[in-house]
């Protein structure tokens, strides 16, 4: 049977989620985060759970979500053990956001449209500017 790891201190959990401490603090601040705390000291500590949960919100923060969805994502496990209702709130979120995406693919798609047309009107221009230049 294996041991349990010894819990962390929130400058070694930071180090090897490549994050700083601050970010840390700040997701406990919100809500997202609940350190362990040692009874002979005042320092916070973190164990599997939260380090689990930190990777966690950096993989949606990555993938888009904001940090309300990710919270409710999350907490959802804690209601409900099964893994249902928070996949079921997982998909619906996902599914927002891969239309969102699309819609942001398609406007960048159009914009650069745009940018190569006047990129060859312009282009053009300089050339025609240019021979004319050469002929005079």
Avoid: C, W
């Avoid at 997202?32 to 966690?56: F, N, V, W």
């Avoid at 995406?101 to 650069?112: A, F, G, P, S, Y």
């Amino acid at each position: 049977m294996t041991k349990p790891l010894p819990p962390m201190s929130i400058s070694e959990l930071a180090q090897e989620l490549m994050i700083t401490p601050r970010t840390i603090r700040y997701y406990e601040e919100v809500g997202l985060l609940t350190p362990l705390h040692h009874e002979k000291m005042s320092q916070r500590l973190y164990g599997p759970r939260e380090k689990a949960r930190l990777k966690l919100i950096l993989r949606g923060k990555k993938l888009g979500f904001s940090l309300a969805e990710i919270k409710e994502m999350i907490d959802l496990y804690d209601i409900d053990r099964s893994e249902r209702l928070q996949l079921e709130r997982t998909v619906a979120y996902g599914e927002r956001r891969l239309q969102e995406i699309d819609e942001k693919i398609k406007e960048l798609t159009l914009l650069k449209e745009d940018l190569l047309e006047y990129h060859e009107r312009f282009t053009a221009r300089l050339n025609k500017l240019n021979e004319e230049e050469n002929d005079v």
